[in-house]
C-alpha cells in the first residue's frame, strides 16, 4: 500500500513559481517510477512530468524547459519546481506511482493540490 499527499499548491501570478511536494508513505518508492499529473476543469488530464527510480526524467512539451521534477529517496518525497507559470498551467496536480506496460499506468495518485496562476 502506497499513500501519496501532495502539498504546495497555490495561487501565483503569471512568471511565478510554485514547487509542489508530495510525501509517500510505504517502502517501495525508491525503486517506483513516479509522474505528475494535471488535470484542469473540462480538459483532459495530461502527464506531466515522470522520473524513474534511477533519476531518469520525461517531460510533456507544455512544460519542457519550465518544470523540473526531482525526487529525493531518503525523503520517500518527490517534488516539481514549476517556474515562468502561465494560465494555462492552473489545474489540480497530484502526483502518482506509475508502471510502464508500452503505457504509463497509475496504481496509486493522491488527492492532488490546486495550482492557479492569474494573468
Known amino acids: 500500500q502506497v499513500q501519496l499527499v501532495e502539498s504546495g499548491g497555490g495561487l501565483v501570478q503569471a512568471g511565478g513559481s510554485l514547487r509542489l511536494s508530495c510525501a509517500a508513505s510505504?517502502?517501495?518508492?525508491?525503486?517506483?517510477?513516479m509522474g505528475w499529473y494535471r488535470q484542469a476543469p473540462g480538459k483532459q488530464r495530461e502527464l506531466v512530468a515522470t522520473?524513474?527510480?534511477?533519476?531518469?526524467?520525461t517531460y510533456a512539451d507544455s512544460v519542457k524547459g519550465r518544470v523540473t521534477i526531482s525526487r529525493d529517496n531518503a525523503k520517500n518525497t518527490l517534488y516539481l519546481q514549476m517556474n515562468s507559470l502561465k494560465p494555462e498551467d492552473t489545474a489540480l496536480y497530484y502526483c502518482?506511482?506509475?508502471?510502464?506496460?508500452?503505457?504509463?499506468?497509475?496504481?496509486?495518485w493522491g488527492q492532488g493540490t490546486q495550482v492557479t496562476v492569474s494573468s
Open positions: 502518482a506511482r506509475l508502471t510502464y506496460s508500452g503505457i504509463y499506468l497509475t496504481d496509486y
Open positions: 510505504g517502502s517501495i518508492f525508491s525503486i517506483s517510477t
Open positions: 522520473i524513474t527510480s534511477g533519476g531518469r526524467t
